[in-house]
């Protein structure tokens, strides 16, 4: 992962990226059967009502009077699991396709984290970066698959303008704590 970062960083590459790479290396690695992604659907529904108990529960929890000293995370909690049982509700909704060939996955999450690690280092992006096609291929191929002799064109620009905020709160986060 340490020759990819360098590409990403074009030169020495900070720690964080590295160990972010090999982070989400299985995700791009492998390849996602039907029965793995009925499997990550019920996961992601299952999560989705654990969202709603605990919006619904805590509230009440908060008033109990076996609480003592409400922890300050409960009050987080509550801040944030509305927006992650919107973000779930969402990744249970995707539309139907509508025909065409199925999009490859591994190939699109490879190329949204080499944008998000490229901007996050170089501030930008460029759609048409040769360099950024290269980091693409460099970081697919440490991954497990093959060389790939066509472009990455559509997978960077659709990374570019459909960003995975997932993707780059991860990688915040590797960096981040490489800070600590």
């Not at 992650?84 to 249970?92: D, V, W």
Request: with cysteine; proline share 7%; hydrophobic share 40%.
């Amino acid at each position: 992962m340490t020759a990819v970062a360098s590409t990403i960083a074009k030169g020495d590459p900070p720690e964080w990226l590295v160990s972010a790479l090999a982070n989400f290396q299985d995700f791009v690695g492998g390849e996602v059967t039907s029965e793995e992604e009925r499997s990550f659907a019920q996961i992601t529904a299952q999560m989705h009502d654990a969202a709603g108990k605990l919006i619904t529960w805590l509230p009440a929890f908060m008033h109990m009077p076996t609480v003592i000293k409400l922890p300050d995370e409960v009050h987080v909690a509550l801040e944030v699991l509305p927006k992650i049982k919107e973000y779930l509700a969402r990744a249970m909704n995707q539309p139907p396709r509508k025909g065409g060939p199925k999009p490859n996955v591994e190939r699109q999450l490879c190329a949204a984290i080499v944008v998000e690690a490229w901007t996050l280092i170089h501030g930008k992006a460029q759609p048409r970066s040769d360099w950024l096609y290269r980091a693409c291929n460099a970081y697919w191929q440490a991954c497990g698959h093959e060389y790939r002799s066509e472009g990455w064109r559509r997978d960077v620009e659709d990374a570019i303008n459909n960003p995975l905020e997932w993707v780059r709160d991860v990688l915040i986060r590797h960096k981040t704590q490489a800070r600590l």
